[in-house]
């Protein structure tokens, strides 16, 4: 990723990606082929490879960032993950 935007301003350090945490129970997704994690605020779309002994229905711990809000109403929030723990 660079630190310049299309027309050569210079992000502010401001906009640099934020890790979050989430907790939850690891869900199928609406749409085929992703897992989401049901949380007290809604669910949550997991994106990208992660390795895990999580099985579905199991309370977890996501480490992640958060990806940009889908165009369509189809798909949830979701998190580009980079850590999944079962709790």
């Given at each position: 990723?660079?630190?310049?935007?299309?027309?050569?301003?210079?992000?502010?350090?401001?906009?640099?990606?934020?890790?979050?945490?989430?907790?939850?129970?690891?869900?199928?997704?609406?749409?085929?082929?992703?897992?989401?994690?049901?949380?007290?605020?809604?669910?949550v779309?997991?994106?990208?490879?992660?390795?895990?002994?999580?099985?579905?229905?199991?309370?977890?711990?996501?480490?992640?960032?958060?990806?940009?809000e889908?165009?369509?109403?189809?798909?949830?929030?979701?998190?580009?993950?980079?850590?999944?723990?079962?709790?």
């Amino acid at each position: 990723m660079s630190d310049v935007q299309e027309f050569g301003e210079p992000l502010p350090s401001s906009d640099a990606l934020t890790t979050v945490t989430r907790r939850g129970k690891l869900m199928p997704a609406r749409r085929g082929g992703v897992l989401e994690l049901e949380t007290e605020e809604g669910h949550v779309e997991l994106l990208g490879p992660f390795a895990s002994t999580a099985e579905l229905g199991d309370e977890v711990e996501v480490v992640g960032v958060p990806a940009p809000e889908p165009q369509t109403t189809e798909s949830a929030p979701g998190i580009l993950v980079q850590h999944v723990r079962k709790l």
